[in-house]
Every structure is written in C-alpha cells, then in structure tokens.
C-alpha cells in the first residue's frame, strides 16, 4: 500500500482487490457488499490502532469527502 501515490496506482490496487476477491474468496471475511461496507466503516473507526500497532504515524489531512464521493459514486456508475 505505500506504494500507492496516484490515481493510476489506487484504480490498479482496486482492480487486484476485485481480483484477489474473485481468485481467493475464501480468503475473504467480508463476502457481500453489506459486509464489506461495514468493514470499511469498522475500521475506518478503528484505524488510529492499527498505525500505532505497525509503528506508522497516523495519517494526517485525509480528504475525506473524496473517499465519499468514490463510493457514493461506485454506487451508481457502471
């Protein structure tokens, strides 16, 4: 993930999570799109521990209301 710096490589790092998805379901917790969204939020909450515990400074100036427009957007655009 930190190799992931523009559009190109975040649209590239979703199509490998749709892939991995369809390749390797089982590996997979969250299986539907409900589950998935919660997990999204679940740890989007939690995410502050998940830096601490890897020994990476939690990020700063996250532009959320682009992730909002993306899935928002997702929800809707073919």
């Known amino acids: 993930m930190d190799t992931i710096k523009t559009k190109e490589d975040f649209i590239n790092f979703v199509h490998s999570l749709q892939e991995d998805l369809n390749n390797k379901p089982g ?4 299986h539907t799109l409900d589950s998935y969204l919660s997990g999204i939020a679940s740890w989007t909450k939690d995410m502050n521990g ?10 700063e100036n996250i532009n959320w209301a682009v992730f909002a427009d ?3 957007a997702a929800s809707i655009y073919e």
Not at 27 to 30: L, Q, V, Y
Not at 50 to 59: F, L, Q
């Open 50 to 59: 998940y830096y601490v515990n890897i020994g990476k400074p939690i990020p």
């Open 27 to 30: 590996e997979w917790g969250n």
């Open 70 to 72: 993306i899935l928002k």
